[in-house]
């Protein structure tokens, strides 16, 4: 199949090398050879199928969906999965089930990367500035994430909310400030044992400050694992923003988000079972493709877990 | 008198993205009640084929030879089962950095006696016993002090001690050492070697002794295998190192200072590429 | 040029009852342009002299200067320019995500140098690594390989005096020789001073001119090379180890 494809074949040639030629190519080679173990992952490729189903889904929600996702019709209301129009049936205002499905897709998206951008940045900031400063600064630093850690999620993230107001950007806002504190001690540990390394001390011996060895040395080094955990996190926090949803703190209806859809559904779970099985059946294979992806990047990112000689 | 271990056409082989890749090409040797080195540098093979021998690479890595007897029985053929008869009770393992081959959360008598009570099914008592007598044949002064104690609290020296201790108690007919003393200092190298040496000859066992150190080596053991690239370049009688003959063994001897012959630089070794494809010597007698 | 002088100097780690003192009362003077060496086996303490010098661990008393400068608690970064340090591990001394190129193109900028670009090709040049290299990262480079970009990192400020810390410890004997060869080339070369500690007489009998004996913390002899030839060591322990770096002797067991 490659003997074919001649040009595929010195591309593939020229991001395999060793002897890179500019600081382009080393680049990209460097993330080639990451992929080649990733894809070599048949889970995290599943895994990563299913997340990118879900960025086409919500990006193409207006072409995808059959109808309104809002459009009620007492007259159909709770119909069964097949019925014709609604394949997925509708709910107990008689809007399809499919539509809000895929609309929903864009209100988990959103929560997701709002989630994933502030939780970790806030971790590692806090966690390698405690880990390398060390002293009173880490006392301080690591005694708040204690506080944060000492709480049930789901209960700070109520309370959070309670106090802010429900409403989507209140609940990502809650998740974040619960979900920060593992991050900064994740990094912080990291910190400590990279501090120490000989090629941190060498770093020192040119001269270079705090501010430097941090964010140019100590950085890049903990954002691969803070990348895995965020990964395998964010099957929890879509839990946790469904679970706020469902208890009305999150999401307000009639946003057809999966889980305030659930809580919508609970009330007929028994006569008409799909109301709740839809939008859980969605949550769930969201969460296992982030799982998965997750798992096949630690093995791409985190060496100490992959190589051994 | 037939060989302890015989050994023909070793092949050690890894499977990477850009196909296979042999890292022990057709290694042949024998091994009788004698101390026979293989001296290599990384990369050169030489401890893939001591694990090797005790079916120890790991999947995706794949061992084949031609022949690997351990006296007569064939050990590619044997079950998980049987091969773990021979490990440890046949064949002993002793690696480079006791640090690693130390269970830290359990004595040190607790580990000795577990290892020669699973071969040999003795009571606590005889096993305890052979413990203390096995950490005194290594040298160890205070023997039921460090039976008592954590490995942790052992040094590098005593950990290695330990560690032979532990792998000679089932009296195994044939030790492999990798490396066993290039974690520790010159002078407890020495002691350590001693004590190695000592064992070997009062039990008649047979010794494969794998280093990177050329003169260590020579100066140790009966016959020594050169290994570079997989193969086996030279087989050489030990006191003989000196009228080596490949131009990578008399390369290799050149790099190294030497306090008694002051040179202003030293030699480089110029590698061939013919040294790789060149077929393997058999160290088989 | 710089020399060096180490006066009385001990250094500790911890503090009260954990109190370890690494080094004692250490004493010795290395000329200008000499190579001094430093000997002793793990634990004696000779790395932490290094690292001591270069302001890794801060916990010293005594006298350190390094030519015109009297060392203090801080370091200024002119000291960075003139003094340099090779580690021993190049497994662990560059930095796994950073390609040959960014390490040495930060420590060329770290040092205010213009032209950085031909300054890296130089260097390269310098500790015989073609430019092919300039774009690898540490895991496409072999452990020699890796030793020559550290000692190339180390020749970027265009320092006086490098420190090294069992640079070809870690490598193979092949490899050893082509370093040492290199780093005799460098000090001719750019006029050198060299401190090295090495558990391997062999390897500072090679390089160094005198060097010092360590043996728990303590300087137990200052040696010359001559002496360390002739077999002629003043203190047991010395001899022990000499003895020791000539393999293995079933006659020698008796002295462990």
């Known amino acids: ?309 | 008198m037939s060989p302890l271990l015989d050994v023909e056409n070793l092949r050690v082989t890894f499977p990477t993205r850009q196909g296979e890749f042999e890292a022990v090409r057709g290694v042949s040797f024998t091994l009788g009640k004698e101390r026979l080195g293989i001296v290599g540098e990384s990369g050169s093979g030489k401890s893939l084929t001591g694990r090797a021998i005790l079916r120890l690479i790991r999947k995706p890595g794949r061992v084949e030879a031609d022949k690997m007897e351990l006296n007569g029985r064939d050990l590619l053929s044997m079950n998980k089962k049987q091969m773990q008869g021979v490990r440890g009770q046949e064949i002993s393992m002793v690696m480079q950095d006791p640090k690693f081959s130390l269970n830290p959360v359990m004595t040190i008598a607790n580990q000795i006696m577990e290892i020669y009570r699973f071969h040999t099914g003795a009571s606590k008592k005889s096993a305890y016993a052979k413990g203390i007598e096995m950490l005194e044949a290594v040298s160890i002064r205070d023997p039921e002090r460090v039976m008592k104690s954590y490995p942790h609290e052992m040094s590098g020296g005593m950990g290695q001690r330990i560690m032979i201790a532990m792998m000679l108690v089932t009296e195994p007919k044939i030790l492999i050492a990798d490396e066993p003393t290039s974690a520790l200092d010159v002078s407890v190298q020495t002691q350590v070697m001693s004590i190695i040496d000592r064992l070997v000859r009062d039990r008649g066992m047979g010794l494969i002794f794998i280093s990177h150190d050329l003169n260590l080596v020579s100066s140790f053991c009966d016959r020594v295998l050169i290994m570079y690239a997989g193969r086996v370049v030279e087989v050489l009688d030990a006191g003989k190192l000196h009228d080596a003959k490949h131009p990578y063994t008399r390369g290799l001897l050149g790099s190294l200072p030497r306090i008694d012959d002051p040179k202003t630089r030293l030699e480089v070794l110029q590698r061939d590429a013919k040294w790789r494809e060149a077929p393997s010597v058999s160290g088989r007698i | 040029m710089s020399n060096i002088h180490i006066e009385n100097l001990n250094v500790w780690f911890g503090e009260h009852e954990e109190r370890v003192d690494a080094v004692k009362g250490a004493t010795f003077d290395v000329p200008s342009g000499a190579s001094f060496g430093l000997v002793g086996e793990s634990g004696s303490g000779k790395s932490t002299i290094l690292r001591a010098m270069v302001g890794l661990v801060p916990t010293w008393s005594g006298n350190m200067s390094v030519g015109e400068l009297e060392l203090g608690k801080k370091r200024p970064k002119a000291f960075y320019k003139d003094v340099q340090m090779v580690f021993q591990d190049p497994y662990a001394s560059l930095h796994p995500r950073h390609s040959v190129d960014q390490m040495l193109g930060e420590t060329l900028s770290l040092h205010g140098f213009k032209d950085i670009d031909n300054r890296i090709m130089q260097l390269l040049d310098d500790v015989g690594l073609g430019p092919a290299f300039r774009f690898r990262y540490p895991h496409q480079l072999s452990g020699g390989q890796r030793q020559r970009v550290a000692i190339a990192r180390a020749l970027a400020p265009k320092p006086t005096v490098i420190l090294l810390d069992e640079p070809t410890s870690a490598l193979d004997v092949s490899v050893q020789a082509e370093v040492l060869n290199l780093l005799a080339d460098l000090r001719e070369e750019h006029k050198l001073t060299y401190l090295m500690v090495s558990h391997n007489l062999a390897v500072v009998a090679h390089m160094c001119d005198a060097t010092a004996v360590m043996k728990n913390g303590e300087i137990v002899e200052v040696m010359t090379v001559e002496d360390m030839r002739a077999m002629k060591p003043k203190h047991p322990y010395t001899k022990h180890l000499l003895d020791s770096s000539f393999g293995y002797r079933p006659d020698a067991e008796q002295s462990a």
């Open chain 1, 1 to 309: 199949m490659m003997e074919t494809d001649m040009p595929k074949q010195t591309l593939r040639e020229w991001l395999l090398t060793d002897t890179p030629t500019s600081r382009r190519h080393a680049r990209y080679a460097a993330a080639y050879s990451g992929w080649l173990t990733l894809r070599a992952n048949t889970m995290a490729m599943v895994g990563l199928g299913i997340l990118l189903l879900l960025l086409i889904i919500a990006a193409l929600a207006d072409l995808l969906s059959p109808m309104d996702p809002f459009v009620q019709n007492l007259g159909g209301r709770l119909q069964p999965i097949g019925t014709d129009g609604h394949i997925l049936g509708t709910d107990s205002l008689g809007r399809d089930l499919l539509s809000r499905v895929i609309y929903g897709s864009r209100i988990t998206l959103y929560i997701v990367a709002l989630v994933a951008l502030i939780a970790p940045i806030v971790g590692l900031l806090v966690g390698t500035v405690a880990g390398y400063t060390g002293g009173i600064v880490d006392a301080v630093l690591m005694r708040i994430t204690d506080i944060f850690l000492a709480f049930p999620r789901l209960v700070l993230a109520l309370a959070f909310v309670a106090a802010l107001g429900a409403g989507i950007e209140n609940a990502v806002l809650a998740i974040s400030l619960t979900a920060w504190p593992p991050y900064a001690r994740i990094a912080r540990a990291e910190t400590l044992t990279i501090r120490n390394s000989d090629y941190i001390a060498a770093i020192k011996l040119q001269g270079a400050g705090a501010l430097r060895i941090i964010t140019k040395h100590i950085w890049p080094l903990c954002i691969s694992s803070l990348i895995v955990r965020v990964t395998l996190d964010m099957a929890g926090v879509i839990l946790a923003a469904a679970g706020l949803g469902f208890l009305g703190l999150g999401a307000q209806p009639p946003s057809p988000e999966w889980g305030a859809m659930i809580s919508e559904g609970r009330k007929f779970i028994l006569d008409h079972w799909w109301v709740a099985t839809v939008p859980g059946l969605a949550i769930f294979t969201v969460s296992l493709g982030f799982n998965l992806l997750g798992d096949g990047l630690r093995d791409v990112l985190d060496p100490k877990e992959g190589g051994h000689s």
